[in-house]
């Protein structure tokens, strides 16, 4: 569905459906087209080239640099939340608070409810990539 510029967040709002449920539980993950307004995007990318190029584990304010793996040619952006406004309209953003709600969270334990457990900007370069991690026995090394 494409979106004019002048749409406003209200007209962005989506709710899963069934055919999102099957693919959620076949892949394990959705993939949302056009969810956010160009403009936010346009936001998002300014913010995010407004960062002053940060040394590993470096701050700028709140936003920490905390990649593991500056060998690998990305950069982590950890709480980037804290860059900026534009970050802040993606934490309850209409066209996918919906699908958090129906797929993410425990319920009836101690951590019911949504919570953000981490904030990142995974900034990749030319032959950067993120290692292979979660669910395997072994680590997994990718050249």
């Given amino acids: 569905m ?5 749409t406003t967040a209200t007209t962005l709002t989506r709710t899963p459906t069934a055919l999102d449920d099957y693919l959620f539980d076949l892949r394990g993950y959705l993939t949302l087209e056009q969810a956010l307004e160009p ?29 593991a793996h500056p060998d690998q040619q990305s950069v982590e952006l950890q709480n980037v939340v804290e860059a ?15 699908y958090v709600h129906r797929y993410c969270g425990e319920q009836d ?9 981490e904030c990142f900007a ?14 395997a026995y072994r680590k997994v090394c990718l050249l």
């Fill in 2 to 6: 494409p979106v004019d510029p002048a």
């Fill in 39 to 67: 403009d936010l995007v346009d936001a998002l990318c300014a913010t995010l080239d407004a960062i002053p190029p940060l040394q590993p584990l470096g701050w700028w304010g709140n936003v920490h640099r905390a990649d």
């Fill in 84 to 98: 900026g406004e534009p970050f802040e309209r993606l934490i309850d953003h209409p066209s996918w608070l919906s």
């Fill in 109 to 117: 334990t101690y951590v019911d409810g949504l919570f953000i457990d």
């Fill in 122 to 135: 995974s900034i990749r370069h030319p032959g950067g990539f993120f290692p292979v991690h979660s669910g």
